[in-house]
């Protein structure tokens, strides 16, 4: 899939639109999903031209996928999930809907999350 410079993410990226930030270093961008789905419901992206997880970790220096895994677990720290526990999610492609043609990682957390997978795979 060819990177969309258009995607609503890469407007973020670039201050075109506005976000609700928690975290921003030289690798990554963190900020409120517009739409939770849970009591804390953070995005994690990377700062950089990449569609999803297959696309970053075969084009991506290495320097920035590690700064970008940093920046996920900085995150969950920051936001005072690591004792409580929280869930890490990245949809990719059409089976996982994914809707932002930009890599982003969900995090989940601030109450129980229930199962991983709808019970259709886990009767
Ligand atoms: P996905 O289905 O994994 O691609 O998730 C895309 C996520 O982006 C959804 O949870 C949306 O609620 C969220 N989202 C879409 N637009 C924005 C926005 N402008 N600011 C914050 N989150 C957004």
Redesign the pocket.
């Known amino acids: 899939m060819t990177y969309d410079p258009n995607n609503?993410?890469a407007k973020?990226l670039r201050g075109e639109?506005p976000?609700?930030k928690v975290y921003e270093d030289e690798f990554a961008l963190a900020?409120?999903?517009?739409?939770p789905?849970a009591p804390v419901?953070v995005?994690v992206i990377p700062k950089g031209d990449y569609v999803s997880m297959a696309d970053f970790t075969t084009s991506a220096p290495a320097e920035l996928i590690a700064g970008f895994m940093r920046a996920v677990g900085a995150v969950a720290e920051e936001l005072g999930l690591v004792e409580s526990g929280y869930r890490t999610?990245?949809?990719a492609g059409e089976n996982?809907?994914?809707?932002?043609p930009h890599l982003?990682i969900?995090i989940f957390g601030g109450a129980p999350l229930g199962p991983m997978l709808d019970s259709r795979f886990t009767a």
């Open positions: 609503i993410f973020i639109i976000c609700n900020f409120h999903d517009i739409n789905q419901h995005l999610l990245a949809n996982a809907h994914q809707e932002v982003h969900h």
